[in-house]
Structures are given as C-alpha cells and as structure tokens.
C-alpha cells in the first residue's frame, strides 16, 4: 500500500508562490497517474491537477490553469504542484493521491494533507 506524505504549505500573501511535494513510499508510483486534490473550509475534496506516469500528460481544472504546474521525479517517488499567482480563493488543504485518467482518487487511503493558507 502506498504512503503519501505532502507538505510544502504555508502562509503566503496574494500574488505569492508556493511549492508543494508529495513523497510516496511503501512502493512506486512510476506507473500511476497522480492528482493534487484540495478541501477548502466547508467544502468537498476536489480535483485539481493530474499527471500521468509520463510526466507529459497533465490536466488542470479551469481555475488554475495558467498559475499551477503539475510534475513529478519518478526517481524520487515524488510529485510537485508549483503554484504561482495565488489567491485567496486557493486557500485549503492540498492532498496528493493516485488518481485516474480523469481526476477520480484511486484510493481511501489519504495522507494528513499540506494546509495552503493566502492571505495578506
């Protein structure tokens, strides 16, 4: 079963950048599509960024495409999400997890999650 452990958030202020990891352990996932997903106060876990086991093909949901960059080091397990032009409206908890072509998590098995604050 995999684990995965992400952080890399904090308190940025609007316009700000932030760099998330998502280290995976207990085996690889160089074959798995990957997705960042995240959960703002009050509301359902959502999708927001995937990446394929290529590290080519990647998918955005419209509200951060153009500020947010999906990648991955398969010989490190990891997978990144760089967000750049934040808003307040990003602020939640990001999760990484195996996911489907399409976005759907591919497991219950979640980790604590990375809180991504934006704020002046």
């Known amino acids: 079963q995999v684990h995965l452990v992400e952080s890399g958030g904090g308190l940025v202020q609007p316009g700000g950048s932030l760099r998330l990891s998502c280290a995976a352990s207990g085996r690889s996932i160089s074959f798995d599509t990957m997705g960042w997903y995240r959960q703002a106060p009050g509301k359902q876990r959502r999708l927001v960024a995937t990446i394929a086991s290529d590290g080519i093909s990647t998918v955005y949901v419209e509200s951060v495409k153009g500020r947010f960059t999906i990648s991955r080091d398969n010989t490190k397990n990891t997978v990144y999400l760089q967000m750049d032009n934040l808003s307040p409206a990003d602020t939640a908890v990001y999760y990484c997890?195996?996911?489907?072509?399409?976005?759907?998590?591919?497991?219950?098995?979640w980790g604590q999650g990375t809180q991504v604050t934006v704020s002046s």
């Open positions: 997890q195996l996911a489907s072509t399409w976005g759907t998590p591919q497991s219950d098995n």
